[in-house]
C-alpha cells in the first residue's frame, strides 16, 4: 500500500519568508511525527500527533514552528519568517498507535529539504 | 538525561565480510530500542527494534541486534555485508522522562561496502 507521503520533496526560499510543509500519513494511522534532520545530526523531534489529543509541541524549536493536523489525517508544517538555520530535511512519520507511543513502529517519508537564502 | 552515542560515523568493510556498528546508550526508564537505515534519497526504514523481549532481535535483509543492559549497547550486526547494505544506519532509543515520552536519534553511521 501507499506508504508516507511529503511534499514538496524541495523547497528554496528566501529568508523571512513563510513556508509550508505538508506530510499526508498512511491511511488508519492514528499517530503522526514531525522531525527535523539537519547536516551532519540525528533527527531532532519537533511535534507528535495522536488522534484527537492535544498535541506534543515539546520539540518545536521557537514560536515561528507550527503544525496542525486535519481531520486526523494530513498534517501541515509552518515556519514563519524563515532563517538560514531553518535549512534542513523535514521528515514526516506515522504509526498506527496501537502499539503505545514510542514502541510503535514508525514509518517515514522521503523528507523536504528546505533550504533557506 | 537519556541519550544515544553511535561510535562510529563512517565505516567500511568489504563485500562478503562481517558488518558491526555500534551504539550505546543512556536511558532513566526501561527504554524501548530501534535501528532504523536511510538509502540516498529515500526515507527512514525500521531495520528492528527491542520492546523488552528478546534481547537478541532479528530484523530485514540479515541484520540482527543484541540489547545488553549491563554494557547500555544495542550494535548492530550481519554476517556477510552485501553492496546494497550501504547506507546511513540511525540508532534509536525511545524513553520516558519528565511526564513525556521521547525518540532520540543518534547521529548516524554512514556504511560503506567495498567491491
Redesign the interface.
Same mark, same amino acid.
Given at each position: 500500500g501507499a506508504g508516507v507521503s511529503q511534499s514538496p520533496s524541495n523547497k528554496v526560499t528566501e529568508k523571512g519568508k513563510d513556508v509550508e510543509l505538508r506530510c499526508d500519513p498512511i491511511s488508519g494511522h492514528t499517530a503522526l511525527y514531525w522531525y527535523r534532520q539537519s547536516l551532519g545530526q540525528g533527527l531532532e523531534f519537533l511535534i507528535y500527533f495522536q488522534g484527537n489529543s492535544a498535541p506534543d509541541k515539546s520539540g518545536l524549536p521557537s514560536d515561528r514552528f507550527s503544525a496542525e493536523r486535519t481531520g486526523g489525517s494530513v498534517s501541515t508544517l509552518t515556519i514563519q519568517r524563515t532563517q538560514q538555520e531553518d535549512s534542513a530535511v523535514y521528515l514526516c512519520a506515522s504509526s498506527s498507535g496501537t502499539s503505545g507511543r514510542w514502541s510503535d513502529t514508525q514509518y517515514f517519508g522521503p523528507g523536504t529539504r528546505l533550504t533557506v537564502l | 538525561a537519556q541519550s544515544?552515542t553511535q561510535l562510529d560515523s563512517h565505516v567500511s568493510v568489504s563485500e562478503g565480510t562481517p558488518v558491526l556498528l555500534r551504539c550505546n546508550y543512556s536511558s532513566s526508564y526501561s527504554p /524501548?530500542l530501534f535501528w532504523?537505515v536511510q538509502h540516498p534519497?529515500?526515507?527512514?526504514?525500521?531495520l528492528l527494534?527491542y520492546?523488552s523481549a528478546a534481547t537478541l532481535v532479528k530484523g530485514i535483509n540479515g541484520f540482527e541486534a543484541e540489547f545488553k543492559k549491563s554494557e547500555t549497547s544495542f550494535h548492530l550486526t550481519k554476517p556477510s555485508a552485501h553492496m546494497s547494505d550501504a547506507a546511513e544506519y540511525?540508532c534509536v532509543v /525511545?524513553?520516558?522522562t519528565s511526564g513525556?515520552?521521547?525518540?532520540?536519534?543518534?547521529?548516524?553511521t554512514r556504511l560503506k561496502v567495498l567491491a
Open positions: - | 544515544v /524501548s532504523y534519497n529515500k526515507g527512514l526504514q525500521l527494534k520492546t540511525f /525511545s524513553d520516558f513525556t515520552y521521547k525518540y532520540i536519534f543518534g547521529t548516524g
